[in-house]
């Protein structure tokens, strides 16, 4: 006998399950391979044109900008991607400041910019993929860093913000709106007492 309508029903139901199922992984496999490719590390920049130029080229492909050190311009890229290349004449110049809000930089992407010793300022705000484990290795930029913005990054919490203790250069830091962060006025007197010349907001 032919299936009754609620079983047809049913049957057709778990067919639609299993295909979102499919979809939702196949999405979440894209995903990840977009984050890796991104955050991939651009050794064969570096061999050709140092560690600034490689380190800004990060930067600016994956939606951010920067400012070299003595200079006034920033360089950013639009929203369709594009950028000027006019950085490429300043190879022998550092990165002073570095505005990575929005993107998907994570602690892998960091291994371009470890390079960077005189950066003094690195915004991060609403970064979707900055967590406990990219913070821990801010402690490469400890003798430079002075401005940090970690504001709106969803996945940070208070233990996950305790390595920032080491960086002892830190004059501003911007911990605001952290939805992973219950309890933003203990961990602000905790890092008050071991940044007492950083400003925190």
Do not use: M
């Not at 979440?28 to 890796?36: G, H, I, Q």
Request: proline share 4%.
């Amino acid at each position: 006998t032919p299936p009754s309508l609620p079983g047809r029903a049913l049957f057709f139901l778990c067919q639609r399950f299993y295909d979102v199922e499919q979809l939702v992984s196949w999405s979440s496999a894209l995903k990840a391979w977009r984050l890796r490719k991104k955050n991939s590390y651009y050794g064969y920049t570096q061999k050709l044109y140092g560690d600034n130029v490689a380190a800004a080229f990060y930067i600016l492909s994956i939606g951010g900008a920067v400012r070299f050190a003595g200079q006034s311009e920033w360089f950013r890229s639009d929203r369709r991607g594009r950028f000027s290349w006019d950085f490429l004449s300043l190879r022998d110049v550092p990165l002073e400041e570095v505005d990575a809000s929005g993107t998907l930089i994570n602690h892998t992407g960091l291994d371009n910019l470890v390079t960077q010793s005189r950066l003094r300022s690195l915004c991060l705000r609403g970064c979707p993929a900055v967590d406990g484990w990219f913070v821990s290795r801010l402690h490469v930029f400890s003798d430079s860093l002075e401005e940090l913005c970690l504001s709106n990054c969803p996945r940070l919490s208070e233990g996950g913000l305790l390595p920032l203790t080491q960086l002892r250069g830190l004059r501003k830091l911007d911990l605001s709106a952290l939805p992973c962060v219950s309890n933003s006025g203990l961990l602000r007197i905790l890092l008050e007492e071991q940044l007492p010349a950083c400003t925190i907001t």
